[in-house]
């Protein structure tokens, strides 16, 4: 059985950035909002069915927004919130280390 | 089938932390050298086996250190690299993120 123990704040980000494509995900609307197909070309070797589920836990995160563009289709982008925002500014230090000792 | 795209140093960091528990020992590390027990100790939901794997994993990226400390009887440490702790560096910045926004 699982010992149950509160997670820290901290932890709780471990847990968060550790979950598979979740750093793909933040760093590639880095540069700006995308919409699924484009998040999805971007990070070639991830499915729909688990860019939907990181998508829709980014949201309860507020870490991303889901943009609905009243065009003719509809279009619906996605963004990074300010909290998303300062997470991939976080990533980037990630990016600096691999950068420097890998 | 997968699509074969080499992934930049930045991807493979994101690979590397998103393996589940890396964080988790990387920052228990932070604060000294600790042995295998204490280690699991500090995180109460990790089994030995995923333990174990992702110690090797960590010693072959040279992000811990292996010591065999030559007492009666032997007593096997790991500790941070200087990788190790510029990583570490990078996830209490990650830490300080959540502080902020979670």
């Not at 901290?10 to 550790?18: D, G, K, Q, V």
């Not at 069915?49 to 507020?62: A, F, G, M, S």
């Not at 990016?95 to 890998?102: E, H, T």
């Amino acid at each position: 059985m699982e010992t149950m123990r509160v997670y820290s704040k901290t932890e709780l980000s471990f847990e968060i950035i550790s979950r598979k494509w979740m750093c793909f995900i933040v760093h590639t609307l880095a540069n700006g909002p995308k919409r699924f197909a484009e998040i999805s070309a971007a990070i070639p070797n991830i499915s729909n069915r688990v860019l939907t589920e990181r998508i829709k836990e980014l949201e309860d995160l507020e870490i991303i927004n889901r943009n609905v563009i009243p065009h003719r289709p509809v279009r619906i982008e996605y963004s990074l919130t300010e909290k998303g925002k300062a997470l991939s500014d976080v990533l980037n230090e990630v990016g600096k280390w691999a950068g420097k000792w890998m």
